[in-house]
Protein backbone atom coordinates (compact mmCIF):
# COMPACT_ATOMS: atom_id res chain seq x y z
CA UNK A 1 0.00 0.00 0.00
CA UNK A 2 1.19 4.03 -0.71
CA UNK A 3 0.36 7.21 -0.41
CA UNK A 4 -0.05 9.07 -3.60
CA UNK A 5 0.98 12.64 -3.53
CA UNK A 6 0.56 14.87 -6.34
CA UNK A 7 2.40 18.17 -6.68
CA UNK A 8 5.18 16.50 -4.35
CA UNK A 9 8.03 18.02 -6.41
CA UNK A 10 6.77 21.55 -4.80
CA UNK A 11 6.86 23.86 -1.36
CA UNK A 12 4.29 22.12 0.59
CA UNK A 13 4.30 18.61 -0.90
CA UNK A 14 8.02 17.95 -0.98
CA UNK A 15 7.63 18.49 3.05
CA UNK A 16 4.95 16.03 3.14
CA UNK A 17 6.82 13.40 1.36
CA UNK A 18 9.61 14.15 4.30
CA UNK A 19 6.59 13.26 6.84
CA UNK A 20 5.09 10.50 5.41
CA UNK A 21 8.87 9.04 4.60
CA UNK A 22 9.81 10.10 8.43
CA UNK A 23 6.80 8.30 9.15
CA UNK A 24 7.39 4.80 7.36
CA UNK A 25 4.90 6.05 4.42
CA UNK A 26 5.53 4.22 1.01
CA UNK A 27 5.31 7.41 -1.24
CA UNK A 28 4.68 7.77 -5.15
CA UNK A 29 4.90 11.64 -6.45
CA UNK A 30 2.89 12.64 -9.15
CA UNK A 31 4.24 16.41 -10.28
CA UNK A 32 4.37 17.52 -14.08
CA UNK A 33 7.76 19.73 -12.49
CA UNK A 34 5.98 23.11 -13.82
CA UNK A 35 6.88 24.87 -10.66
CA UNK A 36 8.14 22.08 -8.64
CA UNK A 37 12.14 20.80 -8.65
CA UNK A 38 13.15 17.22 -8.83
CA UNK A 39 15.92 17.77 -6.43
CA UNK A 40 13.51 19.05 -3.75
CA UNK A 41 11.63 14.91 -3.62
CA UNK A 42 13.19 13.17 -1.03
CA UNK A 43 15.09 9.76 -2.69
CA UNK A 44 13.58 7.57 -0.85
CA UNK A 45 9.77 8.59 -2.91
CA UNK A 46 9.55 7.28 -6.19
CA UNK A 47 8.77 10.22 -8.80
CA UNK A 48 6.34 9.93 -12.05
CA UNK A 49 6.65 13.19 -13.88
CA UNK A 50 3.17 13.68 -15.31
CA UNK A 51 -0.21 15.41 -14.66
CA UNK A 52 -3.05 14.96 -12.31
CA UNK A 53 -5.19 15.01 -15.50
CA UNK A 54 -3.74 12.06 -17.24
CA UNK A 55 -7.15 9.86 -15.91
CA UNK A 56 -4.88 6.99 -17.23
CA UNK A 57 -1.30 7.78 -16.23
CA UNK A 58 -3.08 8.60 -12.57
CA UNK A 59 -5.30 4.83 -12.58
CA UNK A 60 -1.76 2.92 -13.93
CA UNK A 61 -0.13 4.60 -11.13
CA UNK A 62 -2.84 3.65 -8.51
CA UNK A 63 -2.85 0.08 -9.22
CA UNK A 64 0.84 -0.52 -10.07
CA UNK A 65 1.69 0.86 -6.57
CA UNK A 66 -1.40 -0.07 -4.48
CA UNK A 67 -2.35 3.54 -3.98
CA UNK A 68 -4.18 3.51 -0.73
CA UNK A 69 -4.95 7.17 -0.03
CA UNK A 70 -4.16 10.64 -2.81
CA UNK A 71 -2.51 13.85 -1.08
CA UNK A 72 -3.58 16.33 -3.60
CA UNK A 73 -0.85 19.36 -3.33
CA UNK A 74 -0.77 19.76 -7.17
CA UNK A 75 -2.51 23.31 -8.87
CA UNK A 76 -1.96 27.07 -9.14
CA UNK A 77 -1.54 29.48 -6.32
CA UNK A 78 -1.23 33.09 -7.29
CA UNK A 79 -4.37 35.32 -6.01
CA UNK A 80 -3.29 37.97 -8.01
CA UNK A 81 -2.77 35.56 -11.08
CA UNK A 82 -6.35 33.77 -10.34
CA UNK A 83 -8.17 37.13 -11.32
CA UNK A 84 -6.12 38.24 -14.71
CA UNK A 85 -6.11 34.40 -15.71
CA UNK A 86 -9.05 32.55 -13.95
CA UNK A 87 -9.81 29.57 -16.27
CA UNK A 88 -6.30 28.45 -15.80
CA UNK A 89 -7.37 28.68 -12.31
CA UNK A 90 -10.41 26.21 -12.89
CA UNK A 91 -8.39 24.02 -15.36
CA UNK A 92 -5.67 23.39 -12.49
CA UNK A 93 -7.39 23.63 -9.42
CA UNK A 94 -10.84 22.37 -10.19
CA UNK A 95 -11.27 20.71 -13.68
CA UNK A 96 -7.77 18.53 -13.20
CA UNK A 97 -8.80 18.08 -9.33
CA UNK A 98 -11.83 16.35 -11.10
CA UNK A 99 -10.15 14.41 -13.38
CA UNK A 100 -8.32 13.18 -10.32
CA UNK A 101 -11.03 12.01 -8.50
CA UNK A 102 -12.55 9.91 -11.45
CA UNK A 103 -9.49 7.94 -11.60
CA UNK A 104 -9.65 7.51 -7.94
CA UNK A 105 -13.20 6.57 -7.75
CA UNK A 106 -12.18 4.07 -10.27
CA UNK A 107 -9.28 2.34 -9.32
CA UNK A 108 -11.02 1.99 -5.48
CA UNK A 109 -8.79 4.46 -3.25
CA UNK A 110 -9.69 4.96 -0.24
CA UNK A 111 -8.77 8.39 1.11
CA UNK A 112 -8.52 11.49 -0.13
CA UNK A 113 -6.81 14.47 1.40
CA UNK A 114 -7.27 17.93 -0.47
CA UNK A 115 -5.10 20.69 0.11
CA UNK A 116 -7.60 23.87 0.19
CA UNK A 117 -7.39 27.35 1.54
CA UNK A 118 -8.26 30.44 3.46
CA UNK A 119 -9.17 31.77 0.51
CA UNK A 120 -12.73 29.83 0.78
CA UNK A 121 -13.81 32.53 3.38
CA UNK A 122 -12.98 35.74 1.52
CA UNK A 123 -13.39 38.37 4.03
CA UNK A 124 -14.26 37.29 7.35
CA UNK A 125 -16.61 38.96 9.55
CA UNK A 126 -15.43 38.13 12.75
CA UNK A 127 -11.93 36.23 13.50
CA UNK A 128 -10.54 34.02 14.08
CA UNK A 129 -12.67 32.27 11.75
CA UNK A 130 -14.06 28.86 12.03
CA UNK A 131 -14.96 26.24 9.76
CA UNK A 132 -18.47 26.87 9.32
CA UNK A 133 -18.02 30.48 8.57
CA UNK A 134 -19.78 31.66 5.02
CA UNK A 135 -17.35 30.59 2.22
CA UNK A 136 -17.62 33.93 0.18
CA UNK A 137 -13.69 33.45 -1.71
CA UNK A 138 -12.90 36.90 -3.26
CA UNK A 139 -10.53 35.43 -6.06
CA UNK A 140 -10.90 32.93 -8.39
CA UNK A 141 -8.50 31.22 -6.22
CA UNK A 142 -10.62 31.08 -3.84
CA UNK A 143 -13.73 29.84 -6.00
CA UNK A 144 -11.52 27.28 -7.54
CA UNK A 145 -10.78 25.81 -4.48
CA UNK A 146 -14.29 25.68 -3.20
CA UNK A 147 -15.30 24.37 -6.01
CA UNK A 148 -13.40 21.09 -5.61
CA UNK A 149 -14.13 21.01 -1.80
CA UNK A 150 -17.91 20.77 -3.04
CA UNK A 151 -17.16 17.95 -5.78
CA UNK A 152 -15.68 15.80 -2.60
CA UNK A 153 -17.98 16.51 -0.95
CA UNK A 154 -20.39 14.96 -3.35
CA UNK A 155 -18.34 12.30 -4.98
CA UNK A 156 -17.97 10.45 -1.03
CA UNK A 157 -21.36 10.77 -0.87
CA UNK A 158 -21.70 8.83 -3.86
CA UNK A 159 -18.59 6.67 -3.68
CA UNK A 160 -16.56 4.62 -1.36
CA UNK A 161 -14.16 7.31 -0.43
CA UNK A 162 -13.48 9.69 2.72
CA UNK A 163 -11.85 13.17 2.18
CA UNK A 164 -10.26 15.61 4.12
CA UNK A 165 -10.17 19.52 3.13
CA UNK A 166 -7.51 21.36 4.77
CA UNK A 167 -8.09 24.97 4.87
CA UNK A 168 -4.08 26.65 4.74
CA UNK A 169 -3.27 29.81 6.51
CA UNK A 170 -0.29 31.75 5.72
CA UNK A 171 2.41 28.61 5.07
CA UNK A 172 5.58 29.73 5.16
CA UNK A 173 9.46 28.32 6.64
CA UNK A 174 11.08 25.68 5.90
CA UNK A 175 12.44 22.33 6.76
CA UNK A 176 13.98 22.86 9.97
CA UNK A 177 17.03 20.49 9.00
CA UNK A 178 17.71 23.02 5.97
CA UNK A 179 16.65 19.94 3.13
CA UNK A 180 14.18 21.89 1.48
CA UNK A 181 12.14 24.90 1.10
CA UNK A 182 10.44 27.49 -1.32
CA UNK A 183 12.23 27.39 -3.93
CA UNK A 184 9.83 29.09 -6.65
CA UNK A 185 12.33 32.38 -7.86
CA UNK A 186 8.54 34.27 -8.75
CA UNK A 187 6.63 33.10 -5.75
CA UNK A 188 5.00 36.38 -4.14
CA UNK A 189 4.67 35.16 -0.32
CA UNK A 190 5.26 38.06 2.25
CA UNK A 191 7.86 36.31 4.46
CA UNK A 192 10.02 35.04 0.98
CA UNK A 193 9.95 38.70 -0.33
CA UNK A 194 11.17 39.79 2.89
CA UNK A 195 13.96 37.39 2.93
CA UNK A 196 14.96 38.14 -0.41
CA UNK A 197 14.81 41.85 0.06
CA UNK A 198 17.05 41.43 3.26
CA UNK A 199 19.75 39.48 1.48
CA UNK A 200 19.79 41.64 -1.60
CA UNK A 201 17.50 39.34 -3.86
CA UNK A 202 15.79 42.20 -4.63
CA UNK A 203 16.39 45.95 -3.93
CA UNK A 204 13.32 46.41 -2.14
CA UNK A 205 10.34 45.36 -0.18
CA UNK A 206 6.93 47.11 -0.36
CA UNK A 207 4.25 47.15 2.22
CA UNK A 208 1.06 46.57 0.75
CA UNK A 209 -1.50 48.77 2.62
CA UNK A 210 -0.77 50.83 5.80
CA UNK A 211 -4.94 52.38 6.52
CA UNK A 212 -5.91 48.90 7.36
CA UNK A 213 -8.61 49.07 10.51
CA UNK A 214 -5.67 46.70 12.68
CA UNK A 215 -3.33 48.41 15.58
CA UNK A 216 -0.55 49.53 13.16
CA UNK A 217 -2.71 50.21 9.54
CA UNK A 218 -0.90 47.22 8.31
CA UNK A 219 -2.71 43.20 7.40
CA UNK A 220 -2.68 40.82 9.80
CA UNK A 221 -2.44 37.25 8.69
CA UNK A 222 -1.87 33.62 10.63
CA UNK A 223 1.42 32.28 9.66
CA UNK A 224 2.17 28.80 9.89
CA UNK A 225 5.02 26.24 9.38
CA UNK A 226 5.28 23.89 6.63
CA UNK A 227 6.50 21.40 8.66
CA UNK A 228 3.51 21.26 11.41
CA UNK A 229 1.40 21.50 8.36
CA UNK A 230 2.59 18.48 6.79
CA UNK A 231 2.10 17.01 10.52
CA UNK A 232 -1.77 18.30 10.65
CA UNK A 233 -1.95 16.01 7.07
CA UNK A 234 -0.54 13.03 8.56
CA UNK A 235 -2.59 13.17 11.11
CA UNK A 236 -5.62 13.61 9.20
CA UNK A 237 -4.71 10.46 7.38
CA UNK A 238 -4.50 8.25 10.48
CA UNK A 239 -7.97 9.51 11.70
CA UNK A 240 -9.62 8.97 8.24
CA UNK A 241 -7.64 5.38 8.66
CA UNK A 242 -9.35 4.34 11.85
CA UNK A 243 -12.37 6.66 11.66
CA UNK A 244 -15.17 6.47 9.34
CA UNK A 245 -16.68 10.13 8.05
CA UNK A 246 -14.64 13.16 6.22
CA UNK A 247 -12.90 16.13 7.75
CA UNK A 248 -13.15 19.80 6.69
CA UNK A 249 -10.30 21.78 8.52
CA UNK A 250 -8.35 25.39 8.94
CA UNK A 251 -4.46 24.91 9.70
CA UNK A 252 -3.37 27.45 11.60
CA UNK A 253 -2.34 28.50 14.70
CA UNK A 254 -4.90 30.66 15.94
CA UNK A 255 -3.10 33.95 16.60
CA UNK A 256 -2.38 36.82 13.93
CA UNK A 257 0.65 38.99 13.24
CA UNK A 258 1.38 42.14 11.30
CA UNK A 259 3.22 42.85 8.22
CA UNK A 260 5.37 45.03 9.33
CA UNK A 261 5.81 42.66 12.84
CA UNK A 262 7.01 39.92 10.19
CA UNK A 263 9.37 42.65 8.93
CA UNK A 264 10.42 43.22 12.10
CA UNK A 265 11.04 39.35 12.30
CA UNK A 266 13.36 39.18 8.87
CA UNK A 267 15.73 42.33 10.01
CA UNK A 268 16.37 39.97 13.24
CA UNK A 269 16.81 37.10 11.13
CA UNK A 270 19.13 38.87 9.33
CA UNK A 271 20.80 41.26 11.72
CA UNK A 272 20.15 44.17 8.99
CA UNK A 273 17.24 46.39 8.68
CA UNK A 274 16.77 46.59 4.17
CA UNK A 275 14.77 48.67 2.11
CA UNK A 276 10.81 48.71 3.15
CA UNK A 277 9.05 50.91 1.06
CA UNK A 278 5.15 51.60 2.18
CA UNK A 279 2.26 51.00 -0.69
CA UNK A 280 -1.27 51.34 -1.66
CA UNK A 281 -3.30 48.47 -0.48
CA UNK A 282 -3.10 45.64 -3.17
CA UNK A 283 -6.76 44.08 -4.19
CA UNK A 284 -8.13 41.50 -2.36
CA UNK A 285 -6.54 41.65 1.06
CA UNK A 286 -8.34 41.18 3.71
CA UNK A 287 -7.43 43.58 6.64
CA UNK A 288 -7.09 40.22 8.83
CA UNK A 289 -7.61 36.31 8.85
CA UNK A 290 -6.91 34.34 11.82
CA UNK A 291 -7.97 30.64 11.95
CA UNK A 292 -10.09 29.61 14.48
CA UNK A 293 -8.06 25.83 14.72
CA UNK A 294 -9.63 23.82 17.43
CA UNK A 295 -10.78 20.79 15.49
CA UNK A 296 -7.02 19.96 14.42
CA UNK A 297 -5.67 20.33 17.90
CA UNK A 298 -8.89 19.14 19.48
CA UNK A 299 -10.21 15.68 16.95
CA UNK A 300 -6.42 14.93 15.72
CA UNK A 301 -4.29 15.86 18.33
CA UNK A 302 -2.24 17.92 16.88
CA UNK A 303 0.40 19.92 18.73
CA UNK A 304 2.13 22.19 16.63
CA UNK A 305 6.29 22.32 17.47
CA UNK A 306 7.04 25.72 14.98
CA UNK A 307 4.23 28.43 16.86
CA UNK A 308 7.28 30.91 16.82
CA UNK A 309 7.39 33.67 13.96
CA UNK A 310 10.88 34.53 14.79
CA UNK A 311 11.76 30.51 14.33
CA UNK A 312 9.53 30.41 11.01
CA UNK A 313 11.61 33.21 9.86
CA UNK A 314 14.57 32.08 10.90
CA UNK A 315 14.14 28.46 8.88
CA UNK A 316 12.55 30.57 5.86
CA UNK A 317 15.82 32.72 6.24
CA UNK A 318 18.28 29.92 5.99
CA UNK A 319 16.77 28.93 2.80
CA UNK A 320 16.49 31.70 0.63
CA UNK A 321 20.47 32.49 2.01
CA UNK A 322 21.12 29.09 0.74
CA UNK A 323 19.32 29.49 -2.96
CA UNK A 324 21.16 33.33 -3.27
CA UNK A 325 24.39 31.95 -2.37
CA UNK A 326 24.08 29.01 -4.59
CA UNK A 327 23.01 31.05 -7.26
CA UNK A 328 25.47 33.44 -6.67
CA UNK A 329 28.21 30.62 -6.65
CA UNK A 330 26.63 29.11 -10.23
N1 LIG B 1 2.38 41.62 1.53
C1 LIG B 1 3.10 42.79 1.47
N2 LIG B 1 4.17 42.85 0.63
C2 LIG B 1 4.55 41.81 -0.18
C3 LIG B 1 3.81 40.61 -0.10
C4 LIG B 1 2.73 40.56 0.76
O1 LIG B 1 2.80 43.76 2.17
O2 LIG B 1 5.52 41.95 -0.95
C5 LIG B 1 1.23 41.53 2.45
C6 LIG B 1 -0.08 41.21 1.76
O3 LIG B 1 -0.70 42.38 1.32
C7 LIG B 1 -0.85 40.50 2.87
C8 LIG B 1 0.25 39.78 3.68
O4 LIG B 1 1.47 40.45 3.33
O5 LIG B 1 -1.47 41.42 3.70
C9 LIG B 1 0.38 38.33 3.33
O6 LIG B 1 0.45 38.21 1.92
P1 LIG B 1 0.88 36.89 1.19
O7 LIG B 1 0.94 37.18 -0.28
O8 LIG B 1 2.10 36.33 1.83
O9 LIG B 1 -0.29 35.86 1.51
P2 LIG B 1 -1.89 35.99 1.36
O10 LIG B 1 -2.39 36.40 2.72
O11 LIG B 1 -2.19 36.95 0.28
O12 LIG B 1 -2.30 34.59 1.02
Redesign the pocket.
Known amino acids: MSILVTGGAGYIGSHMVLELISAGEEVVVLDNLTTGFRASVAKEAKLVIGDIGDQELVEQIIREHGVEAVIHFAGSII?PESVTDPLKYYSNNTAKSRDLLAACVACGVKHFIFSS???VYGNPETNPVFEDARLEPVSPYGTSKLMTELMLRDVSAAHDISYAALRYF?V?GADPRGRIGQSTPEA???????CQAALGARPF?????TDYPTGDG????DYIHVSDLARAHLLALVHMRENSGNIVMNCGYGRGFS?LE?VKAVEKAAGHGFDVRM?P??A???AA?VAGAGFVRDVLGWKPEHDDLCEIVAHAYAWEHRLVTSKSAA
Not at 188 to 194: D, P, S
Not at 205 to 209: I, K, Q
Not at 218 to 221: E, G, P
Open positions: VSAANATHLIKVAMEVYGTCIRVVARRGDPI
